[in-house]
């Protein structure tokens, strides 16, 4: 069993839009999160670099499970990253420790993600545009499967 190497958060605000960050040492935009470190889990390592790379003082209750996701190409990156996602909307982010922020419009993706965040989006404008979701907001809907590699998903 592969487990997790990287851990990320998925962070909407109210319009949508997704939080990436670009760490000063990186050429592109990703979602928030890290490396695992070693006697660490994935969720305190979210919760670390959360607070490192943005200062988002969230805690354990605060975020949910999402998914296990495998990069495409795990040659030069992550092997497989657990994804997690904060059900309420979070509307203020600042950048830390030379990092830049930027919210990222689904719709219209930015040309400066790197490729783990590109390869993402597609699945996360399915599950905005899930036609069963009716009115509940995007950061509210349950999960479901997606293609890209996502697994282990809650229902």
Do not use: C, K, Q
Request: charged content about 30%; aromatic content about 6%.
């Amino acid at each position: 069993m592969t487990l997790p190497d990287v851990a990320a958060a998925i962070l909407r605000r109210r319009d949508g839009r997704v939080l990436a960050v670009r760490p000063a040492d990186e050429a592109g935009f990703r979602l928030p999160g890290g490396r695992i470190l070693p006697g660490e889990t994935a969720l305190d390592a979210v919760l670390r670099e959360l607070h490192a790379l943005a200062t988002i003082p969230l805690h354990e209750r605060d975020v949910r499970f999402f998914a296990f996701y495998s990069p495409e190409r795990a040659d030069a990156g992550p092997r497989l990253v657990e994804l997690y996602e904060a059900p309420r909307p979070v509307e203020t982010a600042r950048a830390a420790r030379g990092a830049e922020l930027r919210w990222i419009d689904l719709r219209h993706p930015d040309p400066d993600l790197d490729r783990t965040l590109a390869e993402l989006l597609p699945a996360l404008r399915v599950r905005d545009d899930d036609p069963d979701s009716g009115t509940v907001p995007a950061h509210r809907r349950r999960t479901t499967t997606f293609r890209l590699g996502l697994r282990s998903v809650r229902a």
